[in-house]
């Protein structure tokens, strides 16, 4: 079977509804493929309605997970419950493949809206020195492009998204089209305090967050609401105050008419016209009936997630293109990079156990890099921040493991508790060549697609932010006042999985040298004209900032691109 597109998309989540969006609304007939199943926006799969004694188990999972080969990626984390399981992949029916000595992560969501559905929400500009790092100290691809290419659709897609944040005015993280911020706790104020007081380029702000708090005229119609600060976000936010791919994009595809969207398809390659040297389509296999299929288009949009995109292009392979579509570079797969961690810390704020917290705020605050411009005798390039939060139990002795019975319960229940800070180190990993993603040379999965091979790993640079961020925070806690520090480092000698943070990048970077990059300034392949990646693979640094609106961003200027070149009839 053989339909024709103006615009194929690969992917529905972040990206891939950014492209439906923008392509539909300009007039051209799109179709989306998604690998996973079909849910739908408030369908019977969110359960962020549901009282904690109607979730299955009390949202409690097996302890067999992550023992077993399935969801070993992300049952270690607290999000991982009864209530989210549904939107995250079994690694046992999707496996991939890595080192024994360098284990790696790939967390994916396999359903229409992808990982959209349960991103954090962190909604970060990168701002001029994070484009300018490369040139700058000579690792990986240099930027083709610039704050200043990306600012006004940074503008475009704040406006749509419905960011929550503060204008802090610094230079590090620019400020955008925000709505009204949440606020920060009492102890996340002192703490902020003193370091503007004590410092003039670390600074604690509350974090920016793709949930709507003054919902505006475009995001109204498409039945969006105000958040409820509930924390339930991950579960499927049924007012659709949060961003996602289903509450938003896809539905503003949907309505012009020129959406199509086809789900439980896997995409295995992009095909690729010799005569026309252009791609031609791409080849699809039924998830379920396992049966191949093409559908044909005049533009090929690769939005899958980086390593997905990645997987896709080496396993399009033709006569041109031996080792992977668009890949005449040999570019295609290195310089893969992941957001890192090695410093966990959590201290006691004294003075405020009078005060107690309502509401769940559904962001936390923010550390933004400070480590720039090197000084302070640092002997590593680039820089960290962290992620923070305040938080208090609000009441002592009301967990189940808790001493005593009755009265003595209830009377422990009405005496408050310390605040506590707890941060998470996040780094900037540089981009080294020999960090890549191959497909396995014999492994393939139930559908007969090569198992992708990630081999990655952060070297000494990145061992060096761990030492330095560890003495930076412990100073900045003191600073603050804190007391019980207590700072979890890992060893020297601890692997640091990729993907563990879940900001995969890089595998198909920017750049303007074709022999050393796969894409150019706009995410169109060097050497097929008609093929776009706009998804965390087109990634050239990977700054140390959350990732996704910078992906939107891109995403939405490609398209602009694209869809005046059709317009022109180039495409």
């Not at 790696?104 to 969501?109: E, I, L, P, S, T």
Request: proline share 4%; glycine share 8%; aromatic share 10%.
């Amino acid at each position: 079977m053989t339909e024709k597109y103006d615009v194929i998309v690969v992917g529905s989540g972040i990206t891939g509804g950014w492209a439906a969006k923008e392509f539909c609304e300009k007039g051209f007939k799109t179709l989306v493929i998604e690998r996973g199943r079909n849910i739908d926006h408030r369908g019977t799969e969110y359960t962020d309605m549901q009282a904690p004694w109607k979730i299955q188990n009390r949202n409690l999972l097996p302890e067999s997970f992550g023992e077993d080969g399935r969801y070993t990626d992300i049952s270690g984390k607290g999000f991982f419950k009864g209530a989210t399981q549904q939107f995250f992949t079994d690694n046992k029916e999707h496996p991939f493949s890595y080192p024994k000595d360098r284990p790696a992560k790939w967390v994916r969501g396999y359903q229409l809206g992808g990982r959209s559905l349960t991103w954090g929400r962190q909604s970060l500009r990168w701002g001029p020195k994070d484009f300018e790092a490369n040139a700058k100290d000579g690792h990986g691809v240099p930027w083709p492009i610039g704050y200043q290419d990306l600012a006004p659709w940074y503008d475009y897609v704040e406006e749509f998204v419905g960011i929550s944040a503060n204008k802090d005015g610094l230079d590090v993280l620019p400020d955008g089209v925000f709505q009204k911020p949440w606020e920060m706790s009492c102890a996340e104020t002192h703490i902020s305090e003193k370091l503007e007081q004590a410092y003039q380029d670390r600074r604690l702000i509350i974090g920016r967050a793709a949930n709507i708090t003054e919902p505006n005229a475009v995001q109204s119609a498409l039945g969006r609401g105000q958040c409820q600060a509930r924390a339930y976000c991950k579960r499927g936010c049924s007012f659709g105050a949060y961003f996602s791919s289903l509450s938003a994009t896809l539905p503003a595809a949907k309505r012009t008419g020129n959406l199509t969207v086809v789900t439980d398809a896997i995409v295995s390659k992009v095909n690729y016209d010799a005569k026309t040297r252009k791609a031609s389509g791409v080849s699809v296999i039924d998830a379920k009936t396992k049966q191949e299929r093409q559908y044909h288009a005049r533009v090929v949009f690769l939005c899958a997630s980086a390593f997905a995109s990645i997987q896709i292009m080496l396993n399009s392979k033709s006569e041109t293109f031996k080792n992977g579509i668009a890949n005449s570079s040999g570019v295609l797969g290195h310089y893969i990079m992941d957001h890192f961690s090695g410093v966990q810390t959590n201290a006691i704020v004294p003075g405020f156990s009078d005060k107690v917290a309502f509401g769940r705020r559904p962001i936390a605050t923010y550390i933004p890099n400070y480590r720039h411009d090197q000084k302070d005798g640092v002997n590593f390039v680039r820089g960290y921040g962290y992620q923070a939060t305040a938080q208090q139990r609000r009441h002592s002795g009301t967990k189940a493991k808790s001493a005593g019975l009755g009265k003595q319960v209830k009377d422990n229940s009405k005496v408050p508790t310390v605040w506590r800070f707890i941060t998470l180190m996040y780094g900037e990993m540089l981009p080294y060549f020999d960090n890549a993603a191959s497909l396995h040379a014999n492994k393939r999965d139930q559908w007969g697609i090569p198992l992708l091979h990630i081999d990655a790993q952060i070297k000494e640079n990145e061992r060096k932010m761990i030492k330095q961020a560890a003495i930076d925070i412990k100073e900045m806690l003191e600073v603050a006042g804190c007391t019980n520090i207590n700072i979890n480092q890992v060893a020297e000698d601890q692997h640091i999985q990729i993907g563990d943070r879940i900001h995969e990048m890089g595998g198909a970077c920017m750049g303007d040298d074709p022999k050393a990059s796969v894409l150019n300034k706009w995410a169109q392949c060097h050497d097929v004209a008609n093929l776009f990646v706009t998804d965390g693979a087109c990634m050239s640094s990977c700054a140390t900032q959350n990732p996704s609106l910078t992906y939107m961003a891109i995403t939405a200027r490609s398209a602009n691109y694209a869809a005046k070149l059709m317009e022109a009839g180039t495409l």
